[in-house]
């Protein structure tokens, strides 16, 4: 029978339960969960129910399947990269990085930042509303999770946005970019993504200790002001191994 409107699928309960275990720690002694039937006993749920849970569990990246040997805890659990969370400004108006939103708790740092002036390329000038071959402020740093590296982000900020603030500076201060531009009178209120997967290519490879031909998600983000004008282009390259991607839609 179907659940009454309102009434979450069982199965859903069984996978917030699960889930809230892992969390705890309740399988980290041997990593690894009881077995099918056995849940199905716990939870006096079916067996397809239980399934059902375990694989919501695996989509997220929290455990893995393992032929003969039942379900365990993944070796790496995915970074969930919830976009419209990340870009509320109560987050980065309280000083937090939008990084904290992602790895809850995680150990994370940002290692080799660079910050310079140079000619940006064509493709980004226009993004910007720049003259080609105009300058702008770019920011270069490489983020690694649990001593993983996980994700190269590059972003562009033209110089009427980033001059005299810290955002010309290897330390933006605390809330990060969007802080300072806030601070500076060009808030971000309008903010756009383009996201697609493809092979990395070989400094990919090389920069985030990936494996030859390992998939990729490159994501393109526009910040923009009230007046529509682009305060930043932030082109990002992630390892597709290490995220989970969520966008939430409200009705």
């Known amino acids: 029978m179907p659940p009454k409107?309102?009434?979450?699928?069982?199965?859903r309960g069984v996978a917030d339960d699960l889930r809230e275990r892992i969390n705890?720690?309740?399988f980290e002694e041997d990593r690894k969960l009881p077995g099918?039937?056995?849940l199905r006993t716990h939870y006096g749920v079916s067996l397809m129910t239980?399934?059902?849970a375990l694989g919501v569990l695996r989509d997220e990246g929290?455990?893995?399947?393992r032929q003969g040997s039942g379900w365990f805890l993944a070796e790496w659990r995915p970074i969930v990269r919830n976009a419209l969370k990340r870009l509320y400004p109560e987050h980065w108006g309280e000083a937090r990085s939008m990084w904290d939103v992602d790895v809850e708790g995680r150990q994370w740092e940002v290692v080799e930042p660079q910050v310079d002036f140079p000619r940006v390329p064509d493709g980004v000038a226009r993004v910007l509303d720049l003259e080609p071959g105009a300058k702008a402020w770019r920011r270069d740093r490489k983020y690694v999770v649990d001593a993983v590296p996980v994700?190269?982000?590059?972003?562009y900020i033209p110089d009427?946005?980033?001059r005299d603030t810290q955002i010309t500076e290897i330390d933006t201060g605390e809330g990060g970019i969007y802080a300072r531009l806030e601070e500076a009178g060009h808030k971000p209120v309008e903010f756009r993504e383009q996201v697609r997967c493809r092979l990395a290519t070989p400094a990919e490879v090389d920069d985030l200790h990936l494996a030859a031909g390992a998939p990729v998600i490159e994501q393109h983000r526009i910040a923009m002001q009230g007046d529509g004008r682009v305060v930043e282009f932030n082109r990002m390259v992630l390892d597709a191994s290490r995220f989970l991607l969520v966008y939430d839609f409200k009705r």
């Open 62 to 65: 929290l455990v893995e399947a």
């Open 50 to 52: 239980v399934r059902q």
């Open 5 to 11: 409107s309102g009434e979450p699928h069982k199965y």
């Open 160 to 162: 009427e946005f980033a």
């Open 24 to 26: 705890a720690g309740d």
């Open 36 to 38: 099918e039937r056995d």
């Open 151 to 155: 994700m190269r982000a590059t972003s």
